[in-house]
């Protein structure tokens, strides 16, 4: 998958590498959030070429918003209210 730019391969169309000793060191040196981030690629790429039926997709697309929605990790979440019988 060489062109002119020395890319020889792609991860999910988009994490390029020119090596395969630069994706080996990608893998081995790895972060919990570059992890993070592949995964969401993975499932987009997933999606993206209808791989899943309709409604695993809408379960994905709702993981993902949740997972990467800033605005709800600083929403205070109030206690459920309890009540006697």
């Known amino acids: 998958m060489e062109n002119e730019e020395g890319i020889k391969g792609s991860l999910f169309n988009v994490i390029k590498y020119k090596e395969?000793?630069?994706?080996?060191?990608?893998?081995?040196?790895?972060?919990?959030?570059?992890?993070?981030?592949?995964?969401i690629q993975a499932v987009n790429y997933a999606y993206n070429n209808k791989i899943y039926t309709i409604q695993e997709s809408e379960v994905i697309s709702k993981s993902i918003r949740l997972l990467t929605n800033q605005e709800d990790e600083n929403r205070d979440i109030p206690d459920p209210e309890v009540y006697n019988a």
Do not use: G, P, R
């Open 20 to 39: 395969l000793s630069d994706l080996d060191s990608f893998i081995n040196n790895m972060k919990k959030d570059q992890a993070f981030y592949c995964l």
